[in-house]
């Protein structure tokens, strides 16, 4: 009997985020490409003290330098269509 795939609604246990990190920095090695570092930056945006959005997202290291790429990873804005650009501004 064949063996069969399984997708599962779960999120990944720690052993198995390793293994795909793992996987990716061999594939990385294996395109002679330098395996980056990466930080996440998140900003929050207030209008006076109210909450109305957030942004987060990862930046890449070579080393010292900043790749020069960004990416967004999540963005919230909850209010900003209540308020007009030149309110906020």
Same mark, same amino acid.
């Given at each position: 009997?064949?063996? *069969? #795939?399984? #997708?599962?609604?779960?999120?990944?246990?720690?052993?198995?985020?390793? *293994?795909? %990190?793992?996987? $990716? &920095? *061999? +594939?990385?090695? &294996?395109?002679?490409? *330098? #395996?980056?570092?990466?930080?996440?930056? !998140? %900003?929050?945006?207030? $209008?006076?003290?109210?909450? #109305?959005?957030? =942004? =987060?997202?990862?930046? %890449?290291?070579?080393?010292?330098? +900043? !790749?020069?790429?960004?990416?967004?990873?999540?963005?919230? !804005? =909850?209010?900003?269509?209540?308020?007009? $650009?030149?309110?906020?501004?």
């Amino acid at each position: 009997m064949k063996k *069969q #795939i399984e #997708i599962l609604n779960r999120e990944m246990t720690k052993t198995e985020m390793k *293994q795909m %990190y793992a996987g $990716f &920095d *061999q +594939h990385t090695l &294996d395109q002679n490409v *330098q #395996i980056q570092d990466l930080t996440r930056h !998140s %900003y929050t945006a207030l $209008f006076g003290n109210k909450f #109305i959005g957030c =942004s =987060s997202g990862l930046a %890449y290291k070579n080393g010292d330098a +900043h !790749s020069g790429w960004f990416y967004l990873t999540d963005l919230k !804005s =909850s209010c900003l269509k209540r308020f007009s $650009f030149k309110q906020l501004f």
